[in-house]
């Protein structure tokens, strides 16, 4: 049985595909499962993939500034 590689909880959810996504219903971790393996695993409050490190704004976009 596949458990959530943060807190080792069994209630996890699994979205079948191309790429396997799951996530904990416990801690709110999330995953790509390939077979028993758990990749690109993300935890809870690391940021959303909208977000980069160059873009100073939160929920994505981009500032510009007009001189004139």
């Given at each position: 049985?596949s458990?959530?590689?943060?807190c080792e909880?069994?209630?996890?959810?699994?979205?079948?595909?191309?790429?396997?996504?799951?996530s904990c219903?416990?801690c709110?971790?999330?995953w790509?499962q390939q077979g028993?393996?758990q990749?690109?695993?993300?935890?809870?409050?690391?940021?959303?993939?909208?977000?980069?490190?160059?873009?100073?704004?939160?929920g994505?976009?981009?500032?510009t500034?007009?001189?004139?």
């Amino acid at each position: 049985m596949s458990r959530c590689p943060n807190c080792e909880s069994p209630r996890i959810l699994v979205v079948l595909g191309p790429k396997p996504r799951a996530s904990c219903r416990a801690c709110g971790c999330r995953w790509i499962q390939q077979g028993r393996e758990q990749i690109a695993v993300r935890l809870p409050g690391e940021g959303s993939r909208n977000t980069h490190p160059s873009n100073p704004r939160p929920g994505g976009g981009a500032t510009t500034s007009t001189s004139g």
